[in-house]
Structures are given as C-alpha cells and as structure tokens.
C-alpha cells in the first residue's frame, strides 16, 4: 500500500493498483485529493527562484531600448552624419537590439540540452556563466559597436538557455494544481524585469558619461548572482533526478521542497509517481521530427497552430512598443520619454496578473479573441492619430501644443494596447501551446513554436527601425493587419483546451468538433476514453478508431 499527501500533511492510503493504472492512463493522477494554498507555499518560492530567469530576459528588453537613446552610447556606437553629429544608422540600432533574439533562439533550441544532461539547477548555473560572458564583452566595449553587438549575441544564447529550462524546470517541481500559475510566473518575471529596465535606464540617463549605460548592465552581474545563489539552494527537479535513477536524491529534493521527512512515505509515493510518468513517456516511445507532419490526431494543425500563434504574439506589436517604446515618444515630441516607459512598463507588469484571472476565468479562446479586438481597435486609433495628425502636421517640442496633445493620447491609447496585450496573448498563448500535444511530442512542437515567436521577435526588432524611418505610424496599419487575422485564424482555427488533460485534447482534435464548437464540447468519461481513443496516435495510420 502507497501513501500520499493529503492537506493536513497526514498520509491516507492509496490503493498501489493506481499507480498500475497511471501507466495506461496518464492523468490518472489529476484525481489525487488537491493540497490547501498553504501547503504549496514553500514549493512556489522556489519555483519564483526559477521564474527569475524571465526577470533577466525582460531586464535586457527593458534597458537596451534606452540605451539606444543615450547620448554617451550614441556617440561611442554611432557614426557622424554630414553636420557633425553622431547618430546610430538603423542597421546598427537594428543589428544591436534584434541580435539578442538570434542568440535565443540558438541557446533555446541548442545550449538547454545542458539541463538534460547535468540537472536544470547546473543547466541555468552555466546559462548564468554564458550570460555574465556576454555582459563583460558588451561593458567593456570602447567604441567598437561590434564588440558590443558580439556581447549581446553571447548574452542571447544564455537568456534563450535560460527561457527554456526555467519553465520546464517549473513544471516539473511544481504540483498539478498549481502548475499553471506558477509556469506562468515566468512571463510575470519577464514584465517585471522589462518595468525595473525600464526604472533603470530612468535614472541613469542623467549621467552625461558611460555610467548612462554601463550601470544598468553591471546590474545584470547581480541578477546573475541571484539565479546561481538561488539554484545552489533549490532543490533539483525530481523528475530530472529519477530519469538519471538518482532515487535517494530524488528523495531528498521531494522532501524538502514539500517540507517533509524523507522517510515520510508520501516522499515514497512521489517518488512512483514520477517513475510512473516516465514509464509511461517511454511507453509512448519519442517521437521523430517526421511525426510533427505525420502524427495522428491531426498533429501538423496543431504544430502549424502552435506556430502560427507564437508567431501572431510577435505580430500583434508589442514589441515595437517594448523596444522602440523609447524613441516612438521621443519622436512625438514628449520631452520625457523615457518616463513614459516606465508608465507602460507598470501597465505590462500589473496587466499580466489580469492575465492569469482570464485565461482561466474566460478560457484560452475568447481570451485571445478579446485580445485581438481590443487590441486591433486601440492599434487603429494609435496608427491614426499617428499618422493622420503627428506626421502630416508636423510636431513640435514646445509645451502645450496640440501635438502634445495628441501625442498623450497616443500613450493613453498605448497603455490600453498594452493592457489587453499582457492580459490575454501575452501568457494566453503559452498557456494553449503547452496544453495542445500529446507528451510524446510536445517539447519538439513546442521548442518549433517557441523559435518562431524568437524569429519574429528579430525580424521585427531588426525592421523596425527602417519601416518607421519610411513609413513612420503607417506601420501601425502593418500590426493593424495582422491583429485583424488573429481574430479570425483564433476564430476557425484554435480549439478551446481549458480544464482539459492532453489525452482529452487528443480526443477533441480526433472527434474533429470546429474550433468555434470546441468549448461546448464535454470529454467522454475515463472509461470510455481509454478504451475508445487513449493514445490513438501511436498506432499507425489505419488502426484509428
Ligand atoms: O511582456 C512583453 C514581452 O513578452 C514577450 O512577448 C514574451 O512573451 C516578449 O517578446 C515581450 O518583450
């Protein structure tokens, strides 16, 4: 007989027959009793330790976009035009901010097979080495853009490393319940360090010398320490543990991260769990790149959608705000920009924890259909006002004139842009993605969905620079656009998976229900599912029911 944790920390039998039946049927264990909030407290400190990895990300968004306004970095980074002035050419601005991306995703997809190799704790550890490589490269640079650019490609790879493990990290060490809150605290982090970048370069801007940017990035030597000072003390993920048959170390970390004994026999049962789960991933055999095309239930939709959705986040435009957010309103003749980042800095951060009530509280679809609305409104009204009134007439710094006016009811409008950003796609999509495909091909359909939305993330970083320079808030139309089809691609194409397991979700695509009928749609029972179509797309073609 096994034993489990119940709420009061006391153990209740389970009958072992469960833990037979977990190998046929995965999400079994979504039926074990739920803990009190209390009882996951300890575990979601150190799954915040982890989720710090996306402050880092967010820190680096939220301090080069000033950089590249700083007087001291322009004219050390930046060429001399025809008056005698030094100015950054859109390729540099371009290269140095988008080159970031390009790093993450190279370290995303190649630099995290450290933490299956050597534990997500040494995998984040090194990913900090590499970063803290990148940060001396870029600070020590004199005048050589290049050096710098180099800098943030090294940084790059490690942020990218990081972005991968973190989550994964959490997932593993996290309980079911709670797994999604905590998974995506990592996106909270991430608008967190983009706010404190942002506060940052606030206040260095007044230093007339390098420290303009050079103190923010020596900051990034603490957020480093942190992390590494934070995984010494975590424990390793069990999963991690038990895969390398570390079972006396996977003991250990259960115990500790759910402040047990180790001798507790609940520490045992987890233990079985966790063997149970790779059993059962191994039973289900890794899938080849191959079956991302061929894979049944309808994998290759659900790969395109996955793409398809990472690749709208970058299209909805909020990085043309979180990067260029800086420059835009210097352009509209704000005489503080950067203080007008700080305020959609505070408006991205507070916004994300609407954004963990909706997804829920709404389900995934019509949270990403309202985001889209609302979203595509507020972008018409910012590409208008402009466009039609800005650029046409002119603006002029002077106080109090009518293109200040308009230019502070483009920040109004910006701020609800980003309101209905962070609260519906900016964690949404994640949250659909990691809940679309079966176990067996999830992490490769999600590492194919998390490099498109990296590769918008440069394309757009690196055009927008030139597309602004020709077309300037025209290419608010451009994100327009794209807003429009996101409404309806969610709309004829995206299923709803709130409150559903991956085998019920294997099911649903399999029953063929329209993605516009899929949140009415009711799983079969238990029973039924596992004789009917549980794991249907391991049989070949033709075996299907
Ligand atoms: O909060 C905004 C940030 O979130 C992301 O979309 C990632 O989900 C980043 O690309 C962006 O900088």
């Known amino acids: 007989m096994s034993q489990e944790f119940n709420n009061s920390g006391a153990q209740t039998p389970v009958d072992a027959s469960i833990l037979e039946k977990d190998k046929e049927q995965p999400e079994h264990l979504a039926a074990l009793p739920e803990k009190s909030f209390k009882d996951y407290i300890v575990i979601s400190i150190f799954c915040f330790f982890v989720a710090f990895?996306?402050?880092?990300?967010?820190?680096?968004?939220?301090?080069?976009?000033?950089?590249?306004?700083?007087?001291?970095?322009?004219?050390?980074?930046?060429?001399?035009?025809?008056?005698?002035?030094?100015?950054?050419?859109?390729?540099?601005?371009?290269?140095?901010?988008?080159?970031f991306n390009v790093g993450c995703a190279v370290g995303g997809i190649f630099l995290c097979k450290v933490g299956d190799m050597y534990g997500r704790r040494v995998g984040l550890m090194f990913s900090m080495v590499i970063y803290v490589v990148g940060i001396i490269i870029q600070i020590s640079s004199q005048r050589a853009w290049y050096q710098f650019f180099i800098g943030r490609l090294i940084a790059?790879?490690?942020?990218?490393?990081?972005?991968v493990i973190s989550p994964l990290f959490i997932s593993e060490v996290a309980?079911?319940?709670?797994?999604?809150?905590?998974?995506?605290?990592?996106?909270?982090?991430?608008?967190?360090?983009?706010?404190?970048?942002?506060?940052?370069?606030?206040?260095?801007?007044?230093?007339?010398?390098?420290?303009?940017?050079?103190?923010?990035?020596?900051?990034?030597?603490?957020?480093?320490?942190?992390?590494v000072v934070g995984m010494l003390s975590m424990p390793e993920s069990p999963r991690y543990l038990v895969e390398k048959n570390k079972i006396d170390e996977a003991r250990k970390s259960i115990a500790r991260s759910n402040k047990v004994s180790e001798d507790d026999p609940a520490v045992n049962t987890e233990v079985q769990l966790i063997q149970a789960g790779i059993d059962r991933?191994?039973?289900?055999?890794?899938?080849?790149?191959?079956?991302?095309?061929?894979?049944?239930?309808?994998?290759?939709?659900?790969?395109?959608?996955?793409?398809?959705?990472?690749?709208?986040?970058?299209?909805?435009?909020?990085?043309?705000?979180?990067?260029?957010?800086?420059?835009?309103?210097?352009?509209?003749?704000?005489?503080?920009?950067?203080?007008?980042?700080?305020?959609?800095?505070?408006?991205?951060?507070?916004?994300?924890?609407?954004?963990?009530?909706?997804?829920?509280?709404?389900?995934?679809?019509?949270?990403?259909?309202?985001?889209?609305?609302?979203?595509?409104?507020?972008?018409?009204?910012?590409?208008?006002?402009g466009s039609q009134h800005l650029y046409k007439n002119g603006y002029s710094n002077e106080p109090g004139n009518t293109y200040e006016a308009s230019g502070k009811a483009m920040i109004f409008i910006t701020c609800l842009y980003i309101f209905f950003f962070a609260s519906t796609w900016a964690g949404g999509v994640y949250c659909i993605i990691s809940e679309s495909y079966p176990l067996r091909i999830r992490s490769k359909a999600m590492s194919v969905a998390t490099a498109a939305n990296w590769m918008w993330g440069f394309l757009i970083s690196f055009f927008t620079p030139f597309i602004t320079s020709a077309i300037h808030f025209y290419y608010g139309f451009v994100f327009t656009g794209c807003l429009l089809f996101s409404f309806f691609y969610v709309y004829f194409f995206v299923s709803e998976t709130k409150g559903l397991?991956?085998?019920?979700?294997?099911?649903?695509?399999?029953?063929?229900?329209?993605?516009?009928?899929?949140d009415k749609w009711v799983p079969p029972s238990v029973d039924e599912m596992a004789h009917t179509y549980a794991f249907q797309e391991n049989k070949p073609e033709g075996e299907h029911v």
């Open 53 to 99: 990895g996306g402050f880092v990300f967010g820190f680096d968004t939220g301090t080069i976009s000033g950089f590249v306004n700083m007087s001291d970095f322009v004219q050390r980074f930046g060429q001399l035009n025809a008056a005698g002035n030094y100015y950054l050419s859109n390729v540099r601005v371009g290269l140095m901010i988008s080159i």
């Open 156 to 163: 790059g790879l490690a942020v990218g490393t990081v972005s």
């Open 175 to 227: 309980p079911k319940q709670v797994r999604g809150t905590l998974v995506v605290c990592f996106q909270l982090c991430i608008t967190l360090g983009i706010f404190l970048g942002y506060c940052t370069t606030y206040g260095t801007k007044r230093y007339t010398d390098s420290r303009q940017w050079r103190i923010p990035l020596g900051l990034c030597f603490a957020w480093a320490i942190i992390l």
């Open 281 to 385: 991933e191994a039973l289900a055999g890794n899938a080849s790149w191959k079956e991302l095309i061929t894979g049944k239930p309808k994998i290759f939709r659900r790969v395109i959608m996955g793409i398809m959705l990472q690749s709208l986040q970058q299209l909805t435009g909020d990085n043309y705000f979180f990067y260029y957010g800086t420059t835009i309103f210097q352009a509209v003749g704000l005489r503080d920009s950067f203080q007008t980042s700080i305020i959609l800095g505070i408006v991205n951060f507070a916004s994300t924890f609407a954004g963990i009530w909706a997804i829920e509280k709404l389900g995934r679809r019509l949270c990403l259909l309202t985001g889209s609305a609302a979203m595509f409104v507020c972008f018409i009204i910012y590409s208008l006002i």
């Open 501 to 518: 397991s991956l085998e019920e979700v294997d099911v649903l695509y399999a029953s063929g229900v329209a993605p516009w009928k899929s």
